[in-house]
Protein backbone atom coordinates (compact mmCIF):
# COMPACT_ATOMS: atom_id res chain seq x y z
CA UNK A 1 0.00 0.00 0.00
CA UNK A 2 1.64 3.02 -0.91
CA UNK A 3 2.21 5.95 1.49
CA UNK A 4 -0.12 8.63 0.04
CA UNK A 5 -3.07 5.68 0.00
CA UNK A 6 -2.11 4.48 3.47
CA UNK A 7 -2.42 8.32 4.62
CA UNK A 8 -5.81 8.35 2.96
CA UNK A 9 -7.20 5.60 5.10
CA UNK A 10 -5.70 6.43 8.41
CA UNK A 11 -7.16 10.14 7.82
CA UNK A 12 -10.67 8.54 7.02
CA UNK A 13 -10.41 6.15 9.72
CA UNK A 14 -10.06 9.60 11.71
CA UNK A 15 -12.15 11.25 10.34
CA UNK A 16 -14.99 8.75 10.55
CA UNK A 17 -13.61 7.78 14.54
CA UNK A 18 -14.49 11.57 14.84
CA UNK A 19 -18.38 11.39 13.87
CA UNK A 20 -18.60 7.87 15.62
CA UNK A 21 -17.37 10.15 18.87
CA UNK A 22 -19.50 13.65 18.18
CA UNK A 23 -22.62 11.75 17.38
CA UNK A 24 -23.58 11.09 21.19
CA UNK A 25 -22.60 15.04 21.41
CA UNK A 26 -24.58 16.21 18.85
CA UNK A 27 -27.43 13.78 20.32
CA UNK A 28 -27.31 15.25 23.58
CA UNK A 29 -27.32 18.75 22.38
CA UNK A 30 -30.67 17.84 20.23
CA UNK A 31 -32.11 16.64 23.34
CA UNK A 32 -31.34 19.40 25.43
CA UNK A 33 -32.95 21.61 22.73
CA UNK A 34 -35.95 19.85 23.36
CA UNK A 35 -35.89 18.94 26.70
CA UNK A 36 -34.59 23.19 27.79
CA UNK A 37 -34.87 24.21 31.32
CA UNK A 38 -36.61 28.06 31.62
CA UNK A 39 -34.00 30.23 32.36
CA UNK A 40 -34.03 31.32 36.48
CA UNK A 41 -33.36 34.68 35.42
CA UNK A 42 -33.85 36.82 32.03
CA UNK A 43 -32.52 40.54 31.55
CA UNK A 44 -35.46 40.59 29.32
CA UNK A 45 -38.28 40.45 32.16
CA UNK A 46 -36.71 43.36 33.58
CA UNK A 47 -39.53 46.27 32.42
CA UNK A 48 -42.39 44.03 33.02
CA UNK A 49 -41.15 44.13 36.60
CA UNK A 50 -40.38 47.39 36.81
CA UNK A 51 -43.76 47.86 35.96
CA UNK A 52 -45.15 45.74 38.92
CA UNK A 53 -42.66 47.63 41.57
CA UNK A 54 -44.17 50.64 40.12
CA UNK A 55 -47.39 49.41 41.13
CA UNK A 56 -46.41 48.12 44.27
CA UNK A 57 -44.66 51.38 45.14
CA UNK A 58 -48.10 52.99 44.31
CA UNK A 59 -50.63 50.74 46.38
CA UNK A 60 -47.79 51.78 49.45
CA UNK A 61 -48.65 55.25 48.67
CA UNK A 62 -52.41 54.71 48.59
CA UNK A 63 -52.56 52.96 51.96
CA UNK A 64 -50.29 55.32 53.79
CA UNK A 65 -53.42 57.77 53.07
CA UNK A 66 -55.76 55.37 53.56
CA UNK A 67 -54.20 54.44 57.69
CA UNK A 68 -54.26 58.09 58.08
CA UNK A 69 -58.11 58.47 59.07
CA UNK A 70 -58.56 54.90 61.13
CA UNK A 71 -58.17 53.88 64.86
CA UNK A 72 -57.89 50.14 66.41
CA UNK A 73 -58.29 47.18 64.72
CA UNK A 74 -59.16 48.76 61.26
CA UNK A 75 -56.01 50.70 61.62
CA UNK A 76 -53.87 47.51 62.39
CA UNK A 77 -55.67 45.79 59.65
CA UNK A 78 -54.92 48.07 57.20
CA UNK A 79 -51.30 48.76 58.52
CA UNK A 80 -50.61 44.97 58.08
CA UNK A 81 -51.56 45.11 54.45
CA UNK A 82 -49.67 48.22 53.72
CA UNK A 83 -46.58 46.54 55.56
CA UNK A 84 -46.95 43.50 53.03
CA UNK A 85 -47.26 46.30 50.15
CA UNK A 86 -43.95 47.80 51.42
CA UNK A 87 -42.58 44.16 51.69
CA UNK A 88 -43.57 43.09 48.13
CA UNK A 89 -41.60 46.54 46.91
CA UNK A 90 -38.80 46.01 48.64
CA UNK A 91 -38.76 42.05 47.18
CA UNK A 92 -39.02 43.45 43.95
CA UNK A 93 -36.19 45.87 43.63
CA UNK A 94 -34.00 43.27 45.53
CA UNK A 95 -34.72 41.60 42.16
CA UNK A 96 -33.91 44.12 40.12
CA UNK A 97 -31.12 45.64 42.24
CA UNK A 98 -29.51 47.81 40.31
CA UNK A 99 -31.78 47.69 37.06
CA UNK A 100 -34.89 48.84 38.93
CA UNK A 101 -36.13 51.96 37.74
CA UNK A 102 -36.81 54.84 40.37
CA UNK A 103 -40.83 53.88 41.19
CA UNK A 104 -43.29 56.88 41.39
CA UNK A 105 -44.49 57.33 44.68
CA UNK A 106 -48.01 58.67 43.36
CA UNK A 107 -51.14 57.15 45.20
CA UNK A 108 -53.48 55.11 43.01
CA UNK A 109 -56.26 56.71 44.51
CA UNK A 110 -57.17 59.01 47.92
CA UNK A 111 -59.02 56.53 50.17
CA UNK A 112 -59.90 58.46 53.04
CA UNK A 113 -62.91 58.05 55.90
CA UNK A 114 -64.32 54.79 57.62
CA UNK A 115 -62.77 51.32 56.58
CA UNK A 116 -66.15 50.72 55.57
CA UNK A 117 -66.45 53.30 53.56
CA UNK A 118 -62.98 52.85 51.67
CA UNK A 119 -63.20 48.44 51.93
CA UNK A 120 -64.87 48.57 48.55
CA UNK A 121 -62.05 50.99 46.53
CA UNK A 122 -59.13 49.25 47.88
CA UNK A 123 -60.47 45.50 47.11
CA UNK A 124 -60.56 46.74 43.50
CA UNK A 125 -56.89 48.11 43.91
CA UNK A 126 -55.77 45.16 45.10
CA UNK A 127 -57.85 43.26 42.56
CA UNK A 128 -55.98 45.10 40.06
CA UNK A 129 -52.40 45.06 41.34
CA UNK A 130 -53.16 40.93 41.25
CA UNK A 131 -54.27 40.91 37.65
CA UNK A 132 -51.29 43.32 36.30
CA UNK A 133 -48.67 40.58 38.40
CA UNK A 134 -50.61 37.51 36.89
CA UNK A 135 -50.92 39.21 33.56
CA UNK A 136 -46.55 39.81 33.84
CA UNK A 137 -46.05 36.20 34.93
CA UNK A 138 -47.83 34.76 31.49
CA UNK A 139 -44.77 37.12 29.64
CA UNK A 140 -41.62 37.08 31.76
CA UNK A 141 -39.39 33.97 30.78
CA UNK A 142 -37.65 34.17 34.32
CA UNK A 143 -38.70 31.40 36.84
CA UNK A 144 -37.44 32.66 39.53
CA UNK A 145 -39.62 35.94 39.27
CA UNK A 146 -42.48 34.08 38.26
CA UNK A 147 -42.44 32.46 41.49
CA UNK A 148 -41.76 35.44 43.62
CA UNK A 149 -44.91 37.01 41.79
CA UNK A 150 -47.06 34.01 42.10
CA UNK A 151 -46.41 34.28 46.70
CA UNK A 152 -47.02 37.73 46.44
CA UNK A 153 -50.37 37.33 44.39
CA UNK A 154 -51.73 34.66 46.35
CA UNK A 155 -51.67 37.35 49.50
CA UNK A 156 -53.65 40.19 47.44
CA UNK A 157 -55.97 37.62 46.34
CA UNK A 158 -56.63 37.25 50.27
CA UNK A 159 -56.67 41.01 50.51
CA UNK A 160 -58.88 41.44 48.19
CA UNK A 161 -61.66 38.68 48.88
CA UNK A 162 -61.21 40.46 53.01
CA UNK A 163 -61.73 43.36 52.12
CA UNK A 164 -64.78 42.79 49.93
CA UNK A 165 -66.22 41.50 52.94
CA UNK A 166 -65.44 44.06 55.40
CA UNK A 167 -67.14 46.10 52.68
CA UNK A 168 -70.42 44.10 53.23
CA UNK A 169 -70.16 41.78 50.17
CA UNK A 170 -71.38 38.46 50.94
CA UNK A 171 -69.34 35.86 52.04
CA UNK A 172 -69.85 33.95 48.34
CA UNK A 173 -69.42 37.74 46.23
CA UNK A 174 -66.26 37.93 48.03
CA UNK A 175 -65.06 34.96 46.25
CA UNK A 176 -65.91 36.81 42.77
CA UNK A 177 -68.66 34.84 41.65
CA UNK B 1 8.63 -15.23 22.83
CA UNK B 2 8.73 -15.56 26.92
CA UNK B 3 7.07 -12.20 26.73
CA UNK B 4 4.44 -12.56 24.67
CA UNK B 5 3.78 -15.94 25.91
CA UNK B 6 3.63 -14.55 29.61
CA UNK B 7 1.58 -11.42 28.40
CA UNK B 8 -0.86 -14.53 26.57
CA UNK B 9 -1.24 -16.56 29.89
CA UNK B 10 -1.90 -13.43 31.95
CA UNK B 11 -4.35 -12.16 29.62
CA UNK B 12 -5.83 -15.80 29.68
CA UNK B 13 -5.95 -15.48 33.28
CA UNK B 14 -8.07 -12.45 33.59
CA UNK B 15 -10.51 -13.67 30.85
CA UNK B 16 -11.42 -17.00 32.64
CA UNK B 17 -12.06 -15.00 35.44
CA UNK B 18 -14.01 -12.69 34.00
CA UNK B 19 -16.05 -14.48 31.99
CA UNK B 20 -16.96 -17.24 35.34
CA UNK B 21 -20.96 -17.13 35.98
CA UNK B 22 -20.02 -18.61 39.19
CA UNK B 23 -21.07 -15.74 42.49
CA UNK B 24 -17.28 -15.16 44.21
CA UNK B 25 -19.12 -14.43 47.28
CA UNK B 26 -21.18 -16.81 49.22
CA UNK B 27 -24.85 -15.77 50.39
CA UNK B 28 -27.84 -17.21 51.26
CA UNK B 29 -31.42 -17.17 49.60
CA UNK B 30 -32.41 -15.50 46.53
CA UNK B 31 -32.13 -11.90 45.40
CA UNK B 32 -34.93 -10.68 43.38
CA UNK B 33 -34.03 -9.22 40.01
CA UNK B 34 -34.84 -5.32 40.36
CA UNK B 35 -36.64 -3.54 37.47
CA UNK B 36 -35.15 0.30 36.94
CA UNK B 37 -37.54 2.40 37.15
CA UNK B 38 -38.56 4.43 34.04
CA UNK B 39 -37.44 8.13 34.07
CA UNK B 40 -40.27 10.33 33.81
CA UNK B 41 -40.19 14.36 33.07
CA UNK B 42 -42.56 16.63 34.80
CA UNK B 43 -44.34 17.89 31.86
CA UNK B 44 -47.01 20.83 31.92
CA UNK B 45 -49.78 18.55 31.39
CA UNK B 46 -48.60 16.25 34.43
CA UNK B 47 -49.15 19.40 36.05
CA UNK B 48 -52.33 19.95 35.05
CA UNK B 49 -53.37 16.42 35.43
CA UNK B 50 -52.38 16.96 38.84
CA UNK B 51 -54.59 20.06 39.09
CA UNK B 52 -57.41 18.00 38.13
CA UNK B 53 -57.00 15.65 40.79
CA UNK B 54 -56.73 18.07 43.70
CA UNK B 55 -59.44 19.81 43.07
CA UNK B 56 -61.41 16.73 42.20
CA UNK B 57 -60.33 15.86 46.13
CA UNK B 58 -60.86 19.21 47.01
CA UNK B 59 -64.76 19.21 46.04
CA UNK B 60 -64.79 15.49 47.19
CA UNK B 61 -63.82 16.73 50.49
CA UNK B 62 -66.36 19.53 51.03
CA UNK B 63 -69.08 17.43 49.27
CA UNK B 64 -68.17 14.43 52.16
CA UNK B 65 -71.16 13.86 54.36
CA UNK B 66 -68.57 13.95 57.38
CA UNK B 67 -68.75 17.70 56.63
CA UNK B 68 -72.25 18.49 55.00
CA UNK B 69 -73.84 16.64 57.83
CA UNK B 70 -72.11 18.95 60.72
CA UNK B 71 -71.94 22.32 58.66
CA UNK B 72 -74.32 24.99 60.29
CA UNK B 73 -77.17 26.15 58.10
CA UNK B 74 -74.84 29.49 57.56
CA UNK B 75 -71.39 28.10 56.27
CA UNK B 76 -73.40 25.06 54.64
CA UNK B 77 -73.82 27.19 51.58
CA UNK B 78 -70.71 28.81 51.94
CA UNK B 79 -69.06 25.00 51.73
CA UNK B 80 -71.24 24.00 49.33
CA UNK B 81 -70.41 26.79 46.93
CA UNK B 82 -66.65 26.14 47.32
CA UNK B 83 -66.95 22.71 46.05
CA UNK B 84 -69.07 23.66 43.34
CA UNK B 85 -66.62 25.95 42.33
CA UNK B 86 -63.84 23.13 42.18
CA UNK B 87 -66.01 21.06 40.01
CA UNK B 88 -66.19 24.16 37.75
CA UNK B 89 -61.95 24.25 37.51
CA UNK B 90 -61.97 20.95 36.29
CA UNK B 91 -63.42 22.10 32.92
CA UNK B 92 -60.58 24.78 32.99
CA UNK B 93 -58.58 22.90 33.17
CA UNK B 94 -59.63 20.52 30.81
CA UNK B 95 -59.00 23.17 28.14
CA UNK B 96 -55.98 23.49 29.32
CA UNK B 97 -54.55 19.51 28.94
CA UNK B 98 -56.70 19.50 25.32
CA UNK B 99 -54.71 22.30 24.25
CA UNK B 100 -51.57 20.40 25.23
CA UNK B 101 -52.73 17.09 23.61
CA UNK B 102 -53.08 15.66 27.17
CA UNK B 103 -55.31 13.36 28.38
CA UNK B 104 -57.94 15.02 31.52
CA UNK B 105 -57.74 12.72 34.50
CA UNK B 106 -61.25 12.97 36.38
CA UNK B 107 -60.03 10.89 39.59
CA UNK B 108 -59.00 12.17 43.19
CA UNK B 109 -55.42 12.54 44.03
CA UNK B 110 -55.73 8.74 45.54
CA UNK B 111 -51.91 9.02 47.27
CA UNK B 112 -53.32 11.98 48.95
CA UNK B 113 -56.75 11.17 50.08
CA UNK B 114 -54.77 8.30 51.77
CA UNK B 115 -52.10 10.39 53.42
CA UNK B 116 -54.13 12.77 54.96
CA UNK B 117 -57.54 13.38 52.80
CA UNK B 118 -59.70 10.61 55.01
CA UNK B 119 -57.81 11.23 57.75
CA UNK B 120 -59.44 14.77 58.15
CA UNK B 121 -62.81 13.32 57.15
CA UNK B 122 -62.79 10.82 59.72
CA UNK B 123 -61.36 13.06 62.45
CA UNK B 124 -64.64 16.10 61.30
CA UNK B 125 -67.06 12.87 61.55
CA UNK B 126 -65.64 11.50 65.05
CA UNK B 127 -65.20 15.24 66.55
CA UNK B 128 -68.50 15.89 65.86
CA UNK B 129 -68.09 19.70 66.02
CA UNK B 130 -69.46 22.05 63.74
CA UNK B 131 -66.69 24.02 63.82
CA UNK B 132 -64.19 21.32 62.22
CA UNK B 133 -65.97 21.75 58.84
CA UNK B 134 -64.94 25.42 58.05
CA UNK B 135 -61.33 24.47 59.62
CA UNK B 136 -61.19 21.63 57.28
CA UNK B 137 -62.63 24.15 54.27
CA UNK B 138 -59.83 26.62 55.13
CA UNK B 139 -57.43 24.02 55.10
CA UNK B 140 -58.48 22.62 51.94
CA UNK B 141 -58.58 26.09 50.13
CA UNK B 142 -55.09 26.83 51.38
CA UNK B 143 -53.82 23.82 50.10
CA UNK B 144 -54.93 23.96 46.18
CA UNK B 145 -53.97 27.80 46.23
CA UNK B 146 -50.43 26.71 47.78
CA UNK B 147 -50.33 23.54 45.42
CA UNK B 148 -51.05 26.13 42.40
CA UNK B 149 -48.63 28.43 43.51
CA UNK B 150 -45.92 25.70 44.01
CA UNK B 151 -46.52 24.42 40.50
CA UNK B 152 -45.91 28.06 38.73
CA UNK B 153 -42.06 26.89 39.64
CA UNK B 154 -42.51 23.38 38.05
CA UNK B 155 -43.83 24.87 34.78
CA UNK B 156 -41.88 26.12 31.98
CA UNK B 157 -45.16 27.74 29.79
CA UNK B 158 -44.95 31.32 31.37
CA UNK B 159 -48.19 31.62 29.85
CA UNK B 160 -49.45 28.36 31.70
CA UNK B 161 -47.99 29.88 35.03
CA UNK B 162 -50.63 32.57 34.75
CA UNK B 163 -53.38 30.47 34.26
CA UNK B 164 -52.22 28.32 37.39
CA UNK B 165 -52.20 31.61 39.28
CA UNK B 166 -55.69 32.64 38.29
CA UNK B 167 -56.79 29.31 39.58
CA UNK B 168 -54.53 29.38 42.72
CA UNK B 169 -56.24 32.96 43.64
CA UNK B 170 -59.65 32.03 43.51
CA UNK B 171 -58.88 29.46 46.09
CA UNK B 172 -56.67 32.12 47.91
CA UNK B 173 -59.72 34.09 48.49
CA UNK B 174 -61.86 31.60 49.26
CA UNK B 175 -59.66 30.68 51.59
CA UNK B 176 -59.78 34.21 53.08
CA UNK B 177 -63.24 33.98 53.43
CA UNK B 178 -63.44 31.13 55.49
CA UNK B 179 -60.81 32.28 57.63
CA UNK B 180 -63.05 35.42 58.08
CA UNK B 181 -66.09 33.23 58.56
CA UNK B 182 -64.19 31.73 61.44
CA UNK B 183 -62.46 34.78 62.98
CA UNK B 184 -63.91 37.45 61.59
CA UNK B 185 -63.51 41.08 61.29
CA UNK B 186 -60.60 43.65 61.30
CA UNK B 187 -59.40 41.42 64.48
CA UNK B 188 -58.69 38.49 62.87
CA UNK B 189 -56.45 39.83 59.52
CA UNK B 190 -53.52 39.01 61.52
CA UNK B 191 -51.85 36.74 63.69
CA UNK B 192 -52.70 36.74 67.41
CA UNK B 193 -53.67 34.14 69.88
CA UNK B 194 -56.09 34.07 72.42
CA UNK B 195 -56.30 34.55 75.99
CA UNK B 196 -54.90 31.00 77.24
CA UNK B 197 -52.07 31.68 74.31
CA UNK B 198 -53.89 29.24 71.51
CA UNK B 199 -53.26 30.84 67.89
CA UNK B 200 -56.37 32.05 66.40
CA UNK B 201 -56.96 31.61 62.39
CA UNK B 202 -55.88 34.49 60.83
CA UNK B 203 -57.35 35.88 57.37
CA UNK B 204 -53.67 37.41 57.00
CA UNK B 205 -51.26 34.63 57.64
CA UNK B 206 -48.34 36.00 56.02
CA UNK B 207 -46.79 38.57 53.59
CA UNK B 208 -46.07 36.12 51.03
CA UNK B 209 -48.03 32.59 49.82
CA UNK B 210 -46.72 29.67 51.56
CA UNK B 211 -45.60 26.65 50.58
CA UNK B 212 -45.21 24.83 53.93
CA UNK B 213 -47.53 21.57 54.92
CA UNK B 214 -50.85 23.25 56.21
CA UNK B 215 -51.57 22.12 59.58
CA UNK B 216 -55.43 21.83 60.91
CA UNK B 217 -56.56 20.43 64.33
CA UNK B 218 -59.35 17.93 63.95
CA UNK B 219 -61.36 15.92 65.71
CA UNK B 220 -62.15 15.29 69.73
CA UNK B 221 -60.10 16.31 72.43
CA UNK B 222 -58.10 13.40 73.28
CA UNK B 223 -56.71 12.04 76.66
CA UNK B 224 -54.03 13.87 76.85
CA UNK B 225 -56.49 17.19 76.52
CA UNK B 226 -55.04 17.78 72.91
CA UNK B 227 -56.88 17.26 69.17
CA UNK B 228 -55.07 15.91 66.15
CA UNK B 229 -53.19 18.21 63.78
CA UNK B 230 -53.52 16.94 60.47
CA UNK B 231 -50.92 17.97 58.05
CA UNK B 232 -51.60 18.42 54.60
CA UNK B 233 -49.04 18.59 52.07
CA UNK B 234 -48.60 19.89 48.50
CA UNK B 235 -47.95 17.15 45.82
CA UNK B 236 -44.77 16.13 45.12
CA UNK B 237 -42.86 13.64 42.70
CA UNK B 238 -44.90 11.01 44.19
CA UNK B 239 -48.15 12.18 44.03
CA UNK B 240 -48.34 13.62 40.57
CA UNK B 241 -50.41 12.09 38.08
CA UNK B 242 -47.95 10.80 35.67
Given at each position: MSMTTRRRLIASLLAGGAVVAAAPLFAGHASAAENTAPPHR??????????????ESRMVATYRI?????????????T???????????ALKGYLAVEAHKPSNAPLASP???????????ATLEDQTATIHTNAIGTIK?????????????????HAAALELIAGSSPIAAVGN | MLRSSGALAATTAVLAACSSTKPSVARIGMSPTTVKLEDLAVTDVILLRTAMSMETMAAAMLSDSAVTALATKDSASVIAAFATDHTSHLQDLRVLISARNGEAYSETNTKLMEAYGQNALDLVASGKLPADTLALTLAVETLIAAT????????????LRADMVRLGGRSSRRAAVAAQLINGGTAGFAPATDAAGAPLVATLPGAFGSLSAVQVQ????????????????????NSLIY
Open positions: DAADNDALDACLERAVAGLTGDDLAAMLILDHHVAYAQAGSLSSIARQLGLDAATLLASIVTVEAR | YQYFVSLTAEPALGPVNDTGTRATVLMDTPSL
